[in-house]
């Protein structure tokens, strides 16, 4: 799965403007990241950052 995103993202980087898509796509790629290993480790559930506690019943 890695390479193949890889592939698909590799054309994105080859552009002039490359740099500022590149920092997009790694921001976008780090929450990414981020949602599926809370996933992993929370059975499934993304913990939030902030704690709301008037959200509390959302």
């Known amino acids: 799965m890695f390479i193949f995103v890889l592939l698909v993202l590799f054309p994105l980087f080859n552009t002039k403007n490359g740099i500022f898509n590149s920092f997009f796509i ?26 709301t506690p008037f959200l509390e019943n959302w």
């Open 26 to 51: 790694g921001l976008i790629a780090a929450g990414d990241l981020g949602n599926m290993l809370d996933r992993f480790i929370f059975d499934g559930h993304v913990k939030d950052m902030f704690y």
